[in-house]
């Protein structure tokens, strides 16, 4: 499929290849994208980014490589990279630390932007301070496109979509779960979770996380409450998907999801594909017994109140954990492995109770299906005819053309038609 005609010097520039998700991004470009891409990579080090520019090469002899463009983290010099290029890809994090140069430089570019943030609060404030600006340049922006939140998301958008074929319905309660995850965090990662607790008051943060907090517009449907030893234990069982517990990511990743709902019934464009107004959302996290699902709840419950208000906890924390530019080795992310698994029941009395299943499955590291979301959002927008006037979306935004490149690049959903 050919890239879209425009009048930018380049497709797509990536920002961040030096650190260890940007290497990734670089790589999986390299090997999976059409040569005829006209691309750049950006940082501050023309060195560092030689070596990319190497190591890349080593992959795919016979693509020609990216121009390199040296910029700095200041507003004069990203708007005048914006203005280059038709789609942004930036890795440069912690975004609460880094991030708005680009946000901004994109918006007011008219740039379609692309990130790999986990941080659900830094991504409100910037749709609180950038949405009007992009509406009126046409830029698209899609912050979280990663492994936060994209996979929470195109699951739950894959199971919308079967319900919908299915049953002529529209999708009521969806659980997603980490079903298996095999794999460490970046020394950037780390350096995220600790940075956010001094950019933004725990209060913020846990607003952010609150279901349609984010969405353009309210839904009184309620996310179904948990049981009293569902709160004491942090224990869910819940039939066809076996014993749940408490999840680190589902804060930020429902963040998303229920900004998609609201985004659905605004966007005249996105409208068919509506998820119904009795949606509701919650993520979980699969544990083999119940002493270990305990033991998880009470150690997150701890960390995260140790990391938000500790802050002599942060700095002795910040000098043992990997450094930013250090992460798993290679050989170590190639045994990596995650999976998710996702139920929805269709919004629909029918005669037999019915429900979709969906399992998702990514095989080569964390960081590598970062990299394939980030980067096959991005070839989205570059290829197909998204009908989007300028704003900040989430990664379901794109739609189906969005999950058939994920699925033929390695990270496949499958749904089923189950009973209840
Ligand atoms: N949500 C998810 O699923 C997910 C997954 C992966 C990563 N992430 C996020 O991605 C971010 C990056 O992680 P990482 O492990 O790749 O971090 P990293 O290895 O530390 O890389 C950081 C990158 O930012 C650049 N950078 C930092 N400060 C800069 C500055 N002042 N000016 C210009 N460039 C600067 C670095 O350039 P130099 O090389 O020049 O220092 C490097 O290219 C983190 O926020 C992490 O949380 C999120």
Redesign the pocket.
Known sequence: MSFKQHSRQYDLVVF???????KFVAEHITTHFPTDLKWAIA???AA?LQNVIDECKALNPDRQSPEIEIC??NHTELGALAKKTFAFIT?????SL?GEYAFKACAEAGTHYFD???EAVWHSSMIEKYEAVARATGACLFP?S???SATSDLITFAMASRIKTEFSAPIGDVIVEVHEIRGAP????L??VLSLCDAFHWKEIAKSHVPYNMSPIPNPKKTPKPSLLSKLTGLYPVHNLGLLATSLTSGTNSAVVHRTWGLFNQEPSLQKQSYGPNFTYREFAKVKNPVRGVVMHYSFMIGRLLILFCPPFRKMLRKFVSQ??E?PSKEDQAKEYVQFQGLATPDIQLKTGKQVWAKAEYAGG??GL?ALLVSQAACTILQDDIKLPGGVYTPACLGQGYVDRTGEAGFKIETMVIDA
């Open positions: 961040g290849v030096t650190g260890y998700t940007g940082g501050r080090s560092k700095s983290l890795t440069v994090g912690p975004f880094y790999c943030t986990g979280q990663a492994m936060e970046s020394g950037g990662t350096a995220t930013p530019g992460g964390n960081y970062t």
